[in-house]
């Protein structure tokens, strides 16, 4: 007899497995800072934003993190310069999914997610 369970053997159990292993995105490292994640971060150079970058080659709101059921999602405001994960320009508009150790670049400056 073959000794599997519904964890290893069936499409439903995989994705119950997927589910349990991953790591969920909990906080954003800023200036050497733990900032905790809400459902909306509005990340920019105008001084109204809950992140605000001091950077030139930032737009006043530039991108936010918005949390989605249970997830965090990255989304480039249309700024100028445009935003960065993992070195790929996020495209205006577009939810991109956040995961732990993930790099998000605004301007010259670097946000990490943990």
């Known amino acids: 007899?073959?000794?599997t369970?519904?964890?290893?053997?069936?499409p439903v159990g995989q994705h119950l497995e997927k589910i349990a292993d991953s790591t969920q995105v909990s906080y954003l490292m800023?200036?050497?800072k733990r900032i905790s994640l809400t459902a909306k971060i509005v990340i920019g150079r105008s001084p109204d934003c809950d992140?605000?970058?001091d950077n030139k080659?930032?737009?006043?709101?530039?991108?936010?993190i918005q949390k989605i059921r249970?997830?965090?999602?990255?989304k480039d405001t249309n700024s100028t310069n445009g935003t960065f994960l993992n070195g790929k320009r996020v495209p205006p508009d577009k939810y991109?999914?956040?995961?732990?150790?993930?790099k998000i670049t605004v301007g010259s400056v670097n946000l990490a997610i943990s």
Do not use: Q
């Open 1 to 3: 007899m073959h000794d």
């Open 30 to 32: 800023f200036n050497k």
């Open 96 to 102: 991109v999914k956040l995961n732990p150790g993930d």
């Open 5 to 10: 369970t519904i964890m290893s053997s069936s």
């Open 70 to 74: 249970d997830e965090y999602f990255l």
């Open 57 to 64: 080659l930032a737009s006043r709101n530039h991108a936010l």
């Open 51 to 53: 992140i605000v970058i």
